[in-house]
């Protein structure tokens, strides 16, 4: 019996990475001139969607000579952002990059670093992501990642069902 006991730890010690929670990031666009102004306005009102990505963002663009006027604006996840936490001016706009990686980090303004303290400083190479999609209307992105339920995603199947028939194996073998 022991024998088993020691067979069905080691089988949820190499399960338990595909059973992980995905981050869970708000994700959605707005550009200047849309009706709806949701994604600037109340992060909590759009999709949260759990991403294979590990970085939440947050791109807020806005326009120096007009009063600060919000041009465009990102919730996103990305794997590797343009830059993590900071902030970019030209002569025509101002442009905040926050990054971070706790669930739901990305609910703020995009002027400040995040709403759950975590802190990412620095700047990372490579671009990634879309800066979000024209016409009216909110836009929401459909990130690829776990459902809903938190189950074990695609990509983890095959070594649910490989560990699946080594544990059965193994225990005729016992």
């Not at 600037?40 to 791109?59: D, F, I, P, S």
Request: aromatic letters at 6%; glycine letters at 12%.
């Amino acid at each position: 019996m022991p024998k088993v006991a020691l067979l069905l730890a080691f089988y949820v010690i190499c399960l338990s990475p595909c059973l992980a929670n995905a981050l869970e990031c708000y994700v959605c666009s707005y550009l200047l001139g849309q009706s709806d102004a949701t994604c600037l306005t109340n992060a909590t009102a759009v999709r949260a969607l759990n991403c294979t990505k590990k970085y939440c963002l947050t791109v807020r663009q806005e326009a120096i000579h007009n009063g600060n006027k919000v041009i465009s604006f990102l919730r996103d996840c990305q794997d590797k952002p343009t830059v993590l936490n900071g902030v970019r001016t030209d002569s025509s706009f101002r442009t905040y990059y926050r990054s971070c990686q706790l669930n739901l980090c990305n609910g703020h303004n995009g002027r400040v670093y995040n709403t759950s303290g975590s802190l990412t400083i620095g700047a990372a190479a490579g671009a990634g992501g879309s800066a979000g999609a024209g016409g009216g209307g909110n836009h929401n992105a459909i990130i690829p990642g776990k459902n809903g339920s938190h189950g074990a995603g695609s990509e983890g199947l095959g070594l649910v069902a490989l560990l699946s028939a080594v544990v059965v194996a193994v225990a005729r073998w016992l």
